[in-house]
């Protein structure tokens, strides 16, 4: 960040920096980034520019929030946290992000790494073939029409009912992998034609199903890590993927229904992907129900995904048992309560992150806080943390979702060969199979930020816990 | 013309996503050049073996070229085709009119696949005629 720009910021904390409402014409809240010194030092600019942009959007509530793994994005930036007054604020596509629902699953095993990684490459090598992922794949599920729309209605129960996972996959999901207020008749043919033959697939860019295991030392909070079921040794399998083309193209039809009923309710944003309605309107109304119809199609994509990841282990390892951990999402815009009142929270590259004793949270984890899902590289880990009440009172309940970009996909991919990274890697005990050579050179580790630091801001910041890491030992994208 | 394939990819625009510029002498080659960059970020030596024709009408020539990068996005997912060969033609009557005829090949195992893309944003989007001929600046979600 532009030494002058960091200037202008009021340090609130270590880890929390502020921009005043008069920094920019128009901003109704100050906004805020969490981050350290350093981390602040990295940030590019445009995540300044589009946190403030953020912050002049009609009904937002107390701060424009951006998270320590925030970057530069379209819209919202990625990391971009808003609350909106339901009755006089907007809903916005561009808070949410064309892939609606992208999230996180994490599933363990009874297996561990000596047992995993001499059969590692027969692993990876089975899950490449019985999980899709790249440019354009379509999944084994084959769905009518009719039950397209009940994949869109019930989510991932709809998977459960018809033999893809269990009924305690379906606890372990945020909202219980299904958004109650979704209605096909808000969704164009168009989406659902999209969508319709890729229940199951990875799609393609920073997606990934990946088989980690929890080394000696990187557990960090041992009596919530024991209530996770997780110990040392043991191996973890980590799914990121969204709702596919389906929800790309919700996202798609309603930005183009938003850019002109703005004039029609008299919005003026500042960048076009911005584009929204008021929430209570007839546009602001079918897009909520539109996303929650994606939004349920993730939930079921990452649930049939789980179901054919249990197939590939049981080929492999004939008594390997996977029970899900949690599945939650990280690009989506919810009705929520804060401090009383009900308020449209959106998340764009942010998770829910509820601490103790939310009702909300399935029975399981309602004395621990939420298990927070964080994907890092492919190269350098993940990490699993927990929600804290702190973070219901500040952050409306949200926290990071990955490490963060530092360096453009572009760049990336000048500084690294795709083959030669993979030879690299399966040197260093990371075996990568993948649809795109060019894809993974984008995805190197050396282009983000040090996942462990954006960790330990968070906590510093009091919002999320690290309860373990998770190194990865094999990888499908 | 931005390089001889009338599109390049910038590499600083963005971060997690990807940008292009194209350029084109007259509105047909700015909308081909434009279509082969966003089929250039999916895939490598598309094959020309099957056809389809595409016919769009907006009111802007922005949100025409916004729709036809949609479409193409659209059929990569819904038909699974990919194409290499772009012959445009866009008219202005009340609003603006476009028909495209795409030669390329269905997806398979054996392409060398890029990074699929999610959709056009708007994010800069620009569509600007100049004295030597059109050009278009898109981000797309990848």
């Keep these: ?477 | 013309m931005s390089s001889k394939k009338g599109f390049r990819i910038l590499d600083n625009l963005v971060m997690a996503d990807t940008a292009f510029e194209a350029t084109g002498k007259d509105l047909n080659e700015l909308f081909e050049h434009a279509g082969l960059a966003v089929e250039s970020i999916m895939a490598e030596s598309v094959k020309k073996v099957i056809t389809k024709d595409v016919s769009l009408e907006k009111d802007t020539v922005e949100n025409l070229l916004y729709a036809f990068l949609s479409e193409l996005v659209y059929l990569k997912d819904a038909e699974q085709l990919l194409f290499s060969d772009i012959k445009a033609s866009a008219s202005k009557n009340s609003g603006w009119a476009l028909h495209a005829h795409l030669r390329g090949e269905t997806i398979h195992p054996k392409m060398k696949l890029g990074t699929d893309v999610k959709a056009i944003t708007l994010h800069q989007y620009e569509v600007k005629k100049g004295k030597d001929g059109w050009k278009a600046t898109v981000v797309v979600d990848v």
């Design chain 1, 1 to 477: 960040m532009n030494p002058e720009l960091l200037k202008k910021f009021e340090k609130v904390s270590d880890v929390v920096w502020e921009l005043p409402k008069t920094f920019k014409h128009g901003m109704r809240v100050p906004a805020r980034i969490y981050g350290n010194a350093s981390i602040m030092k990295d940030m590019d600019d445009t995540v300044v520019e589009q946190i403030t942009n953020v912050a002049c959007l009609p009904g937002i509530q107390k701060h424009a929030l951006c998270m320590a793994d925030g970057h530069s994005g379209y819209g919202f930036p990625i990391g971009g946290v808003a609350a909106f007054d339901p009755e006089d604020g907007i809903i916005s596509p561009g808070g949410i992000g064309f892939d609606i629902n992208c999230g996180m699953r994490l599933v363990k095993t009874n297996l561990t790494v000596d047992q995993v990684r001499p059969k590692i490459k027969t692993l990876v090598d089975m899950l490449f073939k019985m999980v899709p992922s790249g440019v354009g794949a379509q999944g084994f599920v084959k769905l009518t029409n009719k039950q397209m729309k009940d994949v869109m209605v019930s989510g991932a129960r709809w998977c459960v009912e018809n033999g893809y996972g269990t009924q305690e996959d379906l606890e372990r999901t945020e909202e219980n992998g299904m958004l109650k207020h979704a209605d096909p008749s808000k969704v164009t043919q168009k989406a659902l034609g999209r969508g319709i033959n890729q229940l199951g697939t990875l799609g393609s860019g920073n997606h990934y199903l990946e088989i980690q295991t929890i080394r000696n030392g990187e557990i960090f909070d041992e009596k919530i890590a024991k209530k996770f079921g997780l110990e040392e040794g043991q191996v973890c399998v980590m799914v990121h993927c969204g709702s596919r083309g389906f929800g790309h193209q919700v996202g798609t039809d309603y930005l183009t229904t938003f850019t002109p009923a703005m004039k029609q309710y008299g919005i003026t944003v500042k960048d076009a992907e911005l584009a929204c309605a008021p929430f209570r309107s007839k546009e602001g109304q079918d897009y909520f129900k539109a996303m929650a119809c994606a939004a349920n199609l993730a939930f079921a994509n990452r649930q049939v995904i789980l179901h054919q990841v249990r197939e590939a282990f049981r080929h492999v390892f004939k008594d390997a048992e996977l029970e899900q951990v949690y599945d939650v999402a990280h690009n989506v815009a919810k009705l929520e309560t804060y401090a009383g009142k009900e308020l449209l929270v959106h998340r764009k590259g942010a998770t829910r992150c509820f601490g103790p004793g939310n009702k909300a949270l399935p029975k399981i984890y309602r004395d621990t806080g939420q298990p927070v899902i964080v994907g890092g590289s492919m190269e350098t880990g993940s990490y699993l943390l927990v929600g804290t009440k702190k973070a219901e009172q500040e952050t409306f309940g949200s926290t990071m979702h990955g490490a963060g970009r530092t360096m453009s996909r572009t760049k990336a991919k000048h500084q690294v060969q795709g083959e030669q990274l993979l030879k690299d890697m399966e040197r260093r005990g990371i075996y990568v199979r993948t649809s795109s050579f060019s894809g993974v050179a984008e995805e190197a580790g050396f282009a983000y930020k040090d996942v462990s630091e954006v960790a330990a801001t968070m906590e510093q910041a009091g919002i999320s816990k690290p309860v373990v890491a998770l190194r990865p030992l094999g990888n499908v994208k």
